[in-house]
């Protein structure tokens, strides 16, 4: 049941899990124990905090948009980029062409097929059935629906599907940290609590500040720049010769600067609805509890509904100081899938 | 080299494909005596008609937006909804959960584990390297590359990709054309020139006329609602059993009605960058050419890079008569690819 | 946790699960209190019966080739054939050519990109990490191996996996029983215990009697013959039309005769390696015990290690009466799988 | 059109393509010149020579079994093993369960969900559509074939699949030729003719009489060991971690011993049936003629239906110095693909 990972460095250490079946006390229950369902939208929702966005919302949103600027947000999915673990991308064309001639003006074309992680490769977006916590009475995820439930199957994870928060897609104010501007450079895998790697709730209030933009609020999107994701270059990872590659993406997955747990706290507290970065996991690894890998993501999207996606390209924003923009978005409507691919849209 | 083709009614007629090689008089070389290459965009230009976009043209769709309503325009990707010819859908979730527990918090997350023509079903986007002519210099695609071009092989279509399309991305004014309000229902699939199942370039300028819109012009994205897309429910596809599901999707799958080519020829003058509409073709099949299947994609994406999206759920669009919106999607930057899924969004 | 099946007939009753998180009594000790493990080949055993083969029998079994004829037993693998749930097969060839030319001869080469449940889909084998009992200690596989042993991740089921077996083969001596000659046509679904669709404990002997062959013994691989086989023609199923295939897949899939566990239970006793039949489970669906749908899997497989293998096409070996014979096959080495496709050879 | 091969060593530059639209002049009209079509089993054949196999050839190859022994030829498959080109292997388990529990008896299920280029991965068999030549008349492939013909598409190569062959396996008299010992140590790879890398006519020759067998007949299949195949591992590729199977699949890719022209078409006159090595491709590379990679393959395989198994382990064979054997093995019936996996069993 437990992930054999292949990844580097710290996270390595930090993701070993101990062999053997699992204790009766091996579980975390804090979910059953404080009540982390129903959420605040009751207990159907399946979308969660992006139940947030009003029509007022959306309008001031709009009104973000001055220069008819428009910068694309994802990154090229191949099949040589970074990715967790041991998932993988393997893209073919069949036939080449698939299919014609046909009719007398001779059409032919192209498919192509594909064998991914879909939603957990690449820019990335963590849907309600990605994350969850080991209980007592299953595994716990978003709105107190478990892996066990008989809807919950090997192909797809049922009502925890991404469709239901695609629905609505990601309509919003976006805010820009630069955090690589507010440290002077982009910033280094963080060594632990305290590590200039590791963004705190005070530097997020700091860099709002310092960039001059209005208070992170209701509704709001936010997203990280560290640089680190410019390891995997955003632009041209073919630049790149195949040793290159390799060894960027040992880099790249070694560790990440990023969201600590209070900075993510802090956003939650706020009533933001989606985080973001440049990087894998939006929030630092290690982060400020080393013993909780991946602890935004708990805190954010099992207990509260506030999604995220990784692996974003933030740099024409980051070169336009682009802080405040028009966020459009919505995953893919792939029923029963636990994320998705993405290439967001900014308005500004 | 040709496709076979398990699908139904009038479509399977159409595209019958004689046996035996293909014979060097066998082709069609309009692309090459016509000079469809170089695009007006240069020799380089891997993009198309999206180039039309201006910072002007993206502030005026802006203006669009009064309500602060938010449409997402994709349908649910799933196994059993219909596909063109044998393209399929699978997705598995590996391990359930996929990994973990991690930390003393003990995280789970799940992956998916996707196999299908990613670009090519349900609600699809068709990018440069996706339709063709088969011509004596061999199989020339948009801006005069050819499949048998060096970079393009089994593993991706090279400069043909749709990672160049997705790196712009789509912002402009969406019109929606409300051909079943026009017609007084949901069209049938055409029984050939004349049928009301065709979309006319006349028809076109009527519609607008008739919606009290401003005319079509140039950088807008034209959707065509036809209600054929009604057979494969956009809302809810899991209310029908499996025999009422292969029912339909032998019915979606049987012609369509859409854009005859007047109307496509039409549009294109009007130097529009996108077209789409509710059905798997957007343009009617068969069409005013009844010998020239998926014409309009020739002559649209081929010859002048108007790209086109199928399958979209227009539905809300058309409850609430938002003729005009801001249209904002990109597809995903996938490395020689040939279309892309999406779930565009409209803001109005 | 539960599969949803897309199946018809008898089956979809007998394989219904009710909704709702599992109960902690809602399991089956079984195998604990029954010291199913260790096997008695040990704590460490990976293969099963078929450490039962020795030198001797191999000879033995070679010494049954007199006339020098050979049947491959596997049947077709194509998308359009039967399968169970909703397990697919996708085989689709890359670039036609995929490579090339290579050199001053221009060579060219194509590869084929499968995306399948290849260990159980066609003719297919069940290896010791496909069938387990769900126990209040975990699920339960052969030899006291645990689902949730840290080494049995989603990227394979560890100890679990067929390359044990693999390792080893199986070279046996094959027995055919001839159901439908003894039953005097082809076996049908039966309609539960008493129904001359199961072949029990008796039927086996009155089968090798009336056959003239040597008792079952130690080592034997037992076949059964049916009938039912032939619903999915092993030879052409492509000379049926799609509609054809469908109702046949249909009819195929809803339920199944074969061995009752009175039957499973004997050829246990006389120490067998490998079951099988020209049906897709080999034993009776439903059987003599019809609360408990494939009985014979768990008390063959999960319990002693003894092996099966699904869908073989037996008609030339029942036509040659060829009821003694050499079997020769051996799995897929593949690390991790549950089971494996396979076309055995039979010598008589 | 043409392959983008990641791969090492002498053979990037052996592979090298030059870019373009390929010229009418280059092509090699060889097979049509010589007459390469029809095959000597008709125009209909569609399984070459093994068709020489007869009864009595099966006798006297069941004749050599002697001591019971039984050795299995294939490797493990398993994602981080080499692979040529772009070629993957990803196997992952879906649900964990996948599905169940079932009956009052609590059964649980997995499968196992693989996508790969399965016949042309691992242990792997060409058959009629994997070798083929660039002719001024399309693609020639075996007994004049060709893949422009209308029944050779995106989804299968047609009367050129590999089931053709699998209907009929391999039952044959195994002959391994012992390289290894015959140059006194594991073959290197070679730096052009005349180099012991490459196998001769001449070495074939005395290696037989060395070993003390009977010659190379009709209808035999042979197997050649270098020593090659043990840089990855036969027996534990698992007891190497990362970096070092990195290493190891970088030097198995680049280049191998194996025979050369001179010894395939000595094979060819002996009129065997199939050859095989513990090699990515059986024969040298480079060869005897530098310019001509995989020169063996066109001139067995393409012209005389003789086809081809790699990637055996050999080991047993040799430390037991079984130079003669009962090789039984067919291909999976895998309709419309280029090869098969496989696991193939020496009895001796």
């Known amino acids: 049941m437990r992930a054999k990972l292949a990844i580097g460095g710290i996270l390595t250490a930090l993701l070993a899990a101990a062999g053997g079946p699992v204790a009766a006390q091996d579980v975390n229950d804090a979910p059953l124990q404080q009540n982390w369902a129903p959420s605040e939208w009751g ?26 600027k428009v910068a694309t947000l994802g990154k090229v999915y191949q099949g040589d980029a970074p990715a967790f673990g041991s998932r993988g991308w393997r893209l073919t064309i069949p036939g080449l062409p698939t299919g014609g001639p046909f009719g007398s003006h001779k059409l032919v074309y192209n498919d192509e097929y594909l064998a991914t992680e879909i939603g957990q490769i690449g820019t990335q977006f963590d849907g309600p059935g990605h994350i969850g916590v080991m209980t007592s009475k299953g595994d716990f995820f978003y709105n107190g629906r478990f892996l066990e439930d008989a809807d919950v199957t090997a192909y797809g994870v049922g009502p925890l599907g991404v469709e239901h928060v695609a629905q609505k897609g990601f309509v919003c104010r976006g805010v820009l940290l630069d955090a690589a501007a507010y440290r002077g450079g982009p910033l280094a895998v963080p060594s632990g609590k305290g590590d200039p790697g590791i963004i705190t709730d005070a530097d997020v209030e700091a860099m709002v500040k310092a960039q001059g933009i209005a208070p992170i609020g209701e509704g709001d999107c936010v997203f990280l720049y560290t640089g680190h994701g410019n390891i995997w270059d955003p632009k041209d990872w073919d630049k790149f010769d195949a040793a290159e590659k390799q060894s960027r993406v040992a880099k790249f997955n070694a560790g990440e600067p990023g969201f600590g747990i209070s900075a993510c706290e802090y956003l939650a507290e706020k009533k933001i609805i989606l985080t ?17 890998p991946f602890e935004c993501h708990m805190q954010l999207q099992t207990r509260r509904g506030i999604w995220n996606i990784e692996n974003l390209d933030l740099s024409q924003l980051v070169a336009d100081k682009a802080y405040e923009f028009l966020f459009v978005w919505a995953p893919l409507k792939m029923k029963g899938a636990t994320g998705s691919p993405g290439n967001p849209v900014a308005l500004y």
Chains 1, 2, 3, 4 share one sequence.
Do not use: I
Request: glycine share 14%; aromatic share 0%; charged share 30%.
């Open 43 to 68: 207990p159907d929702d399946k979308a969660g905090a992006v139940n947030r966005t009003t029509s007022e919302l959306v309008m001031k949103a709009v009104g973000l948009v001055k220069q008819g």
């Open 276 to 292: 973001g970065a440049d990087t894998g996991a939006v929030e630092a690894l290690p982060g400020e509890n080393a013993d909780k």
